[in-house]
């Protein structure tokens, strides 16, 4: 957690695009399943 705080004091921009990512996946996860799915693969990966 305090990785990702830091890159957002850094980058301002990238935490617009990832909160705006999370609330896309959210959206998505809660229509398709298979994409929740997905989504955890990712995460898993970083």
């Given at each position: 957690?305090?990785?990702?705080?830091?890159?957002?004091?850094?980058?301002?921009?990238?935490?617009?695009?990832?909160s705006r990512?999370?609330?896309?996946?959210?959206?998505?996860?809660?229509?398709?399943?298979v994409c929740?799915?997905?989504?955890?693969?990712?995460?898993?990966?970083?």
């Amino acid at each position: 957690m305090p990785n990702r705080r830091s890159r957002e004091v850094h980058h301002p921009r990238e935490a617009v695009t990832v909160s705006r990512v999370s609330q896309a996946r959210k959206y998505l996860s809660a229509k398709t399943p298979v994409c929740n799915k997905i989504v955890a693969l990712r995460v898993s990966h970083r």
